[in-house]
């Protein structure tokens, strides 16, 4: 039976790996992702060119450790790369009705795959290069977060989980990127990243979060999101870390 089918969605084999990511060069932009971390938990990005000017990425993090989530990080990729490609190949396509199904497919190939509930939290995106627009999901994941001219806006969940239930979806809202403006995802080990020495009993957050990427000068996509993981770090101190942490930007250039 077809993955793609749209009421159900066979497994995929239990073998599927991750494959790593090379972020597409992109007209006027620049995309990159930084992680830190032994791999325990489920943090998982990836990101493809799916037509002529548009780019599709996400953030995803899947509930459980590595050892466990392995082959379901495998199916969120297949799924989200050859399903991606299908939807968003198109002139003339509806972003937000491609997102949607998109978002869907992944969620049932989840279900399907996972033995035991896995939810998964996630942040998919596509990018058109001509336009500069973002249509975007956030099906429960911490809040994007969009800096342009007019300060900071928040790109909060519009939905459940990936992984849950089989007839979820999230709604798909469509937003202007305009020259200068930067995209900043971080996971969930990076909000939660616990304080030391006078900030015990704090966690990073994302305010901390925010006031970093309002502060950050204007550079390269990786250089910003190396330096909210430096700042969690060393809000960390030398105690050891008890979750991956992402972080992942869209910096627009032109």
């Given at each position: 039976?077809?993955?793609?089918?749209?009421?159900?969605?066979?497994?995929?084999?239990?073998?599927?790996?991750?494959?790593?990511?090379?972020?597409?060069?992109?007209?006027?932009?620049?995309?990159?992702?930084?992680?830190?971390?032994?791999?325990?938990?489920?943090?998982?990005?990836?990101?493809?060119?799916?037509?002529?000017?548009?780019?599709?990425?996400?953030?995803?993090?899947?509930?459980?450790?590595?050892?466990?989530?392995?082959?379901?990080?495998?199916?969120?990729?297949?799924?989200?790369?050859?399903?991606?490609?299908?939807?968003?190949?198109?002139?003339?396509?509806?972003?937000?009705?491609?997102?949607?199904?998109?978002?869907?497919?992944?969620?049932?190939?989840?279900?399907?795959?996972?033995?035991?509930?896995?939810?998964?939290?996630?942040?998919?995106?596509?990018?058109?290069?001509?336009?500069?627009?973002?249509?975007?999901?956030?099906?429960?994941?911490?809040?994007?977060?969009?800096?342009?001219?007019?300060?900071?806006?928040?790109?909060?969940?519009?939905?459940?989980?990936?992984?849950?239930?089989?007839?979820?979806?999230?709604?798909?809202?469509?937003?202007?990127?305009?020259?200068?403006?930067?995209?900043?995802?971080?996971?969930?080990?990076?909000?939660?990243?616990?304080?030391?020495?006078?900030?015990?009993?704090?966690?990073?957050?994302?305010?901390?979060?925010?006031?970093?990427?309002?502060?950050?000068?204007?550079?390269?996509?990786?250089?910003?999101?190396?330096?909210?993981?430096?700042?969690?770090?060393?809000f960390g101190g030398e105690g050891p870390r008890c979750d991956d942490r992402t972080a992942l930007a869209l910096v627009r250039t032109a």
């Amino acid at each position: 039976m077809s993955l793609f089918h749209p009421h159900s969605v066979d497994p995929v084999p239990a073998t599927t790996e991750p494959v790593a990511t090379v972020f597409p060069a992109i007209e006027g932009a620049e995309i990159a992702a930084v992680f830190v971390g032994q791999r325990v938990a489920g943090d998982f990005y990836d990101s493809l060119r799916v037509g002529p000017q548009r780019v599709l990425f996400g953030l995803l993090d899947v509930a459980g450790r590595g050892e466990e989530n392995r082959s379901i990080l495998g199916t969120a990729q297949q799924i989200f790369r050859s399903g991606g490609v299908e939807l968003f190949a198109g002139d003339d396509i509806n972003e937000s009705d491609a997102m949607t199904e998109l978002s869907l497919r992944i969620n049932r190939a989840l279900i399907a795959t996972s033995k035991t509930v896995h939810p998964c939290p996630a942040f998919i995106a596509c990018y058109h290069e001509k336009f500069g627009t973002l249509c975007y999901t956030n099906a429960a994941h911490t809040s994007g977060l969009l800096r342009d001219s007019t300060g900071i806006t928040e790109l909060a969940s519009t939905g459940l989980p990936l992984g849950l239930f089989s007839h979820a979806t999230s709604d798909a809202p469509t937003i202007g990127l305009p020259k200068g403006s930067a995209l900043l995802l971080v996971s969930r080990g990076v909000i939660s990243c616990p304080g030391r020495h006078e900030k015990s009993g704090e966690e990073f957050g994302l305010e901390r979060v925010k006031q970093l990427l309002l502060a950050a000068p204007v550079s390269g996509a990786a250089e910003l999101c190396a330096s909210v993981l430096h700042a969690a770090d060393a809000f960390g101190g030398e105690g050891p870390r008890c979750d991956d942490r992402t972080a992942l930007a869209l910096v627009r250039t032109a």
